[in-house]
Every structure is written in C-alpha cells, then in structure tokens.
C-alpha cells in the first residue's frame, strides 16, 4: 500500500489538536463546576454578624469573680502599695447617689471613722473640704486630717486632690454609672466606683497603713450603700 506521510502527518496533528481541545474543555468545565459549587456553599451557610451584640455594661466588663460579689450586694476593692479601685452596687437612682456622695457636711455621720467633714470654700462645682478620720488601731488612737480640692461633673464624677492634711499625696475620683441587671433593659441600678492612690507621709509604716486604708475602702463604700438606701426608702 502506497503510504502518503502528508495525511499521516495531518491525522496526528488533528488528533493532537483534539486532545488540547478537550485538556480545556475539561479545564473550563472543572474550574465552572468548582465556580458553581462555591457559590451554593455560600448561599447555603447562613451569614453571621460580624460581631455578636453582647451585653457589654460596666459591670459585664469586669472579672467574674467581681461581677459575682457585686451582684451578691458586696464591695469590691482591688490593687495594692496604696492604689486602689472600689466598686459597689447600688439600687437607686443617679439623682440620689449624687446627693449622698456629694452631702460633704454630713459624710461623718454615716462613713465609719469619720469624725468631722466640712466645706471650707464653695465656688459653684469647685469646692474644698476638709475631713478629719479617727481610728483605734491597737491600742493607739490615730487621727489624721485632710482638705481635699473637689471638682465635680455633674451627676458623673467627683475628682479630687490633696491640698494639705497628714497624708504625703491623695488623689483620685468618685464616679457614679447607671447599669442594667438584664440585658436591653433600662438602668435600674448604679455602679458606684472610687478610684484613689493615698501615701503617706515619710516616717509612717507604710505596710500598716496600706493594710488599715485597704480595709477601710470597703467598709466606707458599704456605708454609703446604706445609706443611700435608708434615703431611698
């Protein structure tokens, strides 16, 4: 049989040119149906928020252990060499904690140890008041006084500074915020903290006042807790 090389040449050609062809073909074919199947994944999962709506108040961002004690009615005072930040929880209204945090001439009747609290000078929300503190410690008396500048923001925060008295430095602030017990309520409690750093003068042990100030930051906070309540009644 007569062989023609040019036709054998051509079928390979053709045949080679097939088999490119349907390389691609099933390249397209695979890359769409990958394509497609993508496309019913998305749909089918459900789209989520970018960030959940959490419950995020003042008290919902502190430790559990500080938001179980607060909710249980009991103050909370952390930190240490003097700096410390006290919490309690309160059930009244902004209006009243204001009036008893800021009731500067009547602080010693119902904040323990305090035995005399005064306004000495009064320019609208500067104030100065000067405050006297007596407590037994063993069996020696210690006395110590202390006129504090006050600057208020109404119904927010009180901050204050020491501007004479027996303390080296004492400054910090009050700070009143309402909160809510259950998510996407309205307020029904305040959170009351004191945020203060108190040294004391050279000479005095310092380990034993840090022990004795600690101690007494939550017992003045359960104080005005009561005594907001007893005005709430």
């Not at 040449?9 to 691609?24: A, D, E």
């Amino acid at each position: 049989m007569t062989e023609y090389p040019s036709y054998t040449n051509s079928t390979q050609s053709h045949q080679k040119l097939g088999q490119k062809l349907g390389k691609k073909i099933v390249t397209k074919i695979s890359a769409g149906s990958a394509m497609c199947m993508a496309i019913a994944i998305a749909c089918c999962i459900p789209t989520l928020p970018a960030r959940a709506a959490l419950f995020d108040g003042a008290v919902d961002r502190l430790p559990a252990v500080q938001r179980d004690s607060l909710r249980k009615g009991q103050s909370v005072v952390t930190g240490d060499d003097g700096k410390y930040v006290a919490r309690v929880l309160v059930n009244a209204s902004t209006d009243l904690v204001w009036r008893v945090l800021t009731d500067y001439a009547n602080l010693y009747k119902f904040i323990p140890n305090m035995t005399s609290s005064k306004i000495v000078e009064s320019r609208g929300n500067r104030k100065v008041i000067e405050q006297v503190d007596s407590r037994q410690v063993f069996l020696v008396s210690i006395v110590s006084r202390t006129k504090l500048a006050v600057q208020e923001t109404d119904r927010k925060q009180i901050d204050f500074r020491l501007v004479d008295g027996d303390l080296s430095k004492m400054e910090g602030y009050w700070k009143i915020e309402p909160v809510s017990s259950l998510p996407k309520r309205p307020p029904n409690q305040i959170l009351i903290t004191y945020t203060v750093n108190a040294q004391p003068k050279s000479g005095t042990p310092t380990e034993a006042f840090y022990g004795i100030f600690k101690e007494a930051l939550g017992d003045t906070l359960q104080a005005i807790k009561q005594e907001v309540a007893n005005r709430n009644r």
